[in-house]
């Protein structure tokens, strides 16, 4: 077997008579915010020409840094078999089909299929509307001997099941951030920074647990970190190691792997190639790369793909020149009829949400569940958004914020008391198909700690086994750090002293001191 990446997390998979693209992201994403580090528009011709007419094309997810619509239009033969993860909607089907994409398998979730005379492939899905409603997922490739995971920033609370399919030689994971906080929130640097390093530790202990878990080979770091060139956001890029962000690159992780003995991890950049086979993992980088160059001189690195991009970058912000349009009316008939059939959701939320533009400030209601013009009525959320950008959100009618806008950071947002998933969800559910299943999680997780009959002991205490979060096994992901647990599948916290959690409201963890 053979991998090439791709960046970020692109990989072209060679197996049998297949070979299968993965994710491939060229096109910068969420508002010309992402680009993919290290640059990967330098791609030999012969690459290209492999990416362009593969067999199989597998997406995860439907965010912008893996469905890259652009690049498939303009690139990918539409005679490719589609792998079709096994996902409660048809949204990326359907998103695929526009693109003119016709052939598609359709999987079922964790379930080895046959695509040629030697190559199994199983896709397994995860469908929390946290972690989108559109579904997640991880691919495990097999070819009769060695066996290749590419779980990508896939957040798999059951880490057996990609074990299930034998032992595995090469695993490419996430371990970087793929969120906006706590960069875009209205605290002192000192407060944001402390709780950068802190989702930074978070993001490392999970992906250590899935390494420690799956036991592969191999490992390579990827699906991250991003870059930013924008001027307005260059300060995310991790250079010095201080800044206020949650993206280190693939080194920073790799040294970690080095702390406990892991030898064979690989370094890879776009164009890497990595041989697989049952005696030997070769690894081939590309020629005219310096390497060396584009860590020990990132900042330099990073100014020269600036300049390269800059034409680019300022044309995409022309695009979102767009003339002011009556936002509360559209935004009334827009959002009332979703906030009508999520009661469940707007009392998860609790509270009103604040948009606040340039020079319009909306109310969403969820009191009330309509769209106001805002007065003094109370809010406990805030979004500050660039009207142009907010205008272009809504134009496009895109369903999902936190892939359209919210990934860009090109805002600010400020709440009172703790973090609100349901929020976020709301934010990411703008169709009737995505409320009616995030209005369905909502009632079900409402029904707090509904199942606490199976308790485990962790150090010192006695507790219910699944995280009340996302009912990860704590068995696996819980972590003790004095007087505080962490589950590490998605840095939730609890108290250990009464239970109560340090991320958001309503979600106490049952423990009790362990008797001896």
């Known amino acids: 077997m053979r991998a090439v990446s791709l960046g970020h997390a692109g990989i072209l998979i060679n197996s049998g008579e297949s070979r299968i693209l993965c994710d491939p992201w060229f096109v910068p994403a969420f508002f010309g915010s992402w680009f993919v580090f290290p640059r990967n528009d330098q791609l030999s011709t012969d690459l290209l020409a492999e990416i362009e007419s593969p067999t199989h094309l597998y997406i995860s997810h439907i965010h912008g840094d893996h469905l890259d619509e652009a690049f498939l239009t303009d690139h990918v033969s539409r005679d490719v078999v589609v792998l079709l993860p096994d996902f409660p909607s048809h949204e990326l089907e359907r998103r695929l089909s526009v693109l003119g994409f016709k052939n598609f398998l359709k999987t079922k979730n964790g379930q080895e299929t046959s695509i040629d005379s030697c190559t199994k492939i199983a896709i397994h899905v995860e469908t929390s509307i946290t972690d989108g409603p559109g579904g997640d997922s991880a691919l495990v490739v097999s070819d009769g001997e060695t066996r290749l995971v590419n779980q990508n920033d896939c957040r798999t609370g059951n880490l057996n099941a990609l074990l299930e399919h034998g032992p595995i030689d090469l695993h490419w994971l996430q371990y970087s951030g793929a969120i906006w906080y706590p960069m875009v929130y209205e605290d002192n640097d000192e407060v944001k920074r402390k709780l950068a390093k802190a989702k930074v530790e978070s993001q490392f202990t999970r992906a250590m647990k899935y390494v ?5 080979r191999a490992v390579v770091p990827s699906a991250g970190p991003p870059c930013f060139l924008d001027e307005s956001l260059f300060h995310l890029n991790v250079i010095s190691g201080d800044e206020i962000s949650i993206f280190p690159d693939q080194r920073e992780f790799l040294k970690r792997l080095t702390q406990i003995n892991r030898a064979n991890d690989i370094l890879a950049i776009p164009g ?10 070769t690894v081939a980088q590309p020629k005219n790369i310096d390497i060396e160059n584009i860590f020990n001189n990132k900042k330099q690195y990073l100014h020269d793909y600036q300049a390269d991009w800059a034409t680019w970058l300022t044309a995409e912000k022309l695009r979102w020149a767009i003339e002011p349009t009556d936002l509360i009316s559209t935004l009334r008939v827009w959002f009332d009829p979703l ?17 606040k533009t340039d020079d319009l400030d ?14 003094t009525q109370e809010f406990r959320f805030r979004f500050t958004i660039p009207r142009d950008l907010l205008e272009t959100v809504v134009g496009q ?7 359209s806008f919210f990934l860009s950071c090109r805002f600010s947002v400020w709440r009172s008391g703790e973090f609100n998933e349901y929020l976020y969800n709301f934010f990411k559910s703008l169709s009737i198909e995505r409320m009616q299943r995030t209005e369905a999680e909502a009632a079900s997780k409402l029904n707090i700690n509904s199942d606490l009959s199976e308790e485990i002991q962790l150090g010192d205490y006695v507790m219910q086994r699944k995280c009340p979060h996302r009912e990860a096994d704590l068995s696996v992901f819980g972590e003790i750090n004095g007087q505080e647990l962490t589950c590490s599948l998605h840095g939730w916290r609890f108290d250990l002293n009464d239970g109560h959690c340090l991320n958001a409201e309503n979600r106490p963890l049952r423990v009790r001191r362990r008797t001896s």
Do not use: H, Q, Y
């Not at 890497?272 to 993992?281: A, G």
């Not at 906030?339 to 948009?355: E, F, K, T, V």
């Open 272 to 281: 890497t190639v990595i041989e697989i086979s049952p005696e030997s993992i």
């Open 397 to 403: 009618r895109a369903v999902d914020w936190s892939n």
């Open 362 to 375: 909306i109310l969403i209601n969820f009191k009330t569940g309509t769209v106001e013009k805002f007065d």
């Open 212 to 216: 420690e878990t799956l036991n592969a």
């Open 339 to 355: 906030m009508a059939i999520a009661p469940a959701l707007r009392n998860g939320i609790g509270a009103n949400c604040l948009i």
